[in-house]
T-cell receptor, first 110, second 114 residues
Framework: SQQGEEDPQALSIQEGENATMNCSYK?????LQWYRQNSGRGLVHLIL?????REKHSGRLRVTLDTSKKSSSLLITASRAADTASYFC??????????FGAGTQVVVTP | DVKVTQSSRYLVKRTGEKVFLECVQD?????MFWYRQDPGLGLRLIYF???????EKGDIPEGYSVSREKKERFSLILESASTNQTSMYLC?????????????FGPGTRLTVT
């Protein structure tokens, strides 16, 4: 069963704009991770935020986590055409098993 | 860099055939995973292995089996392929360690069962 649910399912923006996507989950977690998948390829790990953290940055990525609301958001600032991909959130239990959401498809047009 | 490779990018098989999907990782990771990915459903865990000859069922193990005879190789077996197993199959690996949770994925195998 899916643990994470992303919103929106699809997002279309222009280069230079910011892209925000959200993830909600159902049960308690050890950490939450975001992955990117370029069309027809494997997933690439972007960033991990632990359950005791509220915000984390990595380059143009900013992730927030609100454990009281069981939700997370991923912000990509100053988007580029190369950011076109599907983005997945995944929650991890204490054993490291991941549960993925259905993903947000992001299209960045030049 | 960690490298996870999968034996085929695209595979077409007939209903009833036995299908082997191979995954190899070169970083001595203890944990390996098989997922299938379908539109609108994200990735779902089929099986995982935390050591050689060890395996655990994931969320959707029915119709699949796995084999892990060597640490670097994790095979997914479809005993009798069916059309509802047409999907993208992704393998991943992860080391064991305190606080280590990132998984490294292979490029995927797109399997079509006709």
């Amino acid at each position: 069963s899916q643990q994470g649910e992303e919103d929106p399912q699809a997002l279309s923006i222009q280069e230079g704009e910011n892209a925000t996507m959200n993830c909600s989950y159902k049960t308690s977690i050890n950490n939450l991770q975001w992955y990117r998948q370029n069309s027809g390829r494997g997933l690439v790990h972007l960033i991990l935020i632990r359950s005791n953290e509220r915000e984390k940055h990595s380059g143009r990525l900013r992730v927030t986590l609100d454990t009281s609301k069981k939700s997370s958001s991923l912000l990509i600032t100053a988007s580029r055409a190369a950011d076109t991909a599907s983005y997945f959130c995944a929650t991890a239990d204490s054993w490291g098993k991941l549960q993925f959401g259905a993903g947000t498809q992001v299209v960045v047009t030049p | 860099d960690v490298k996870v490779t999968q034996s085929s990018r695209y595979l077409v098989k007939r209903t009833g055939e036995k299908v082997f999907l191979e995954c190899v990782q070169d970083m001595d990771h203890e944990n390996m995973f098989w997922y299938r990915q379908d539109p609108g459903l994200g990735l779902r865990l089929i099986y995982f292995s935390y050591d050689v000859k060890m395996k655990e069922k994931g969320d959707i193990p029915e119709g699949y089996s796995v084999s892990r005879e060597k640490k670097e190789r994790f095979s997914l077996i479809l005993e009798s392929a069916s059309t509802n197993q047409t999907s993208m199959y992704l393998c991943a690996s992860r080391p064991t360690g305190q606080g280590v949770y990132e998984q490294y994925f292979g490029p995927g195998t797109r399997l079509t069962v006709t």
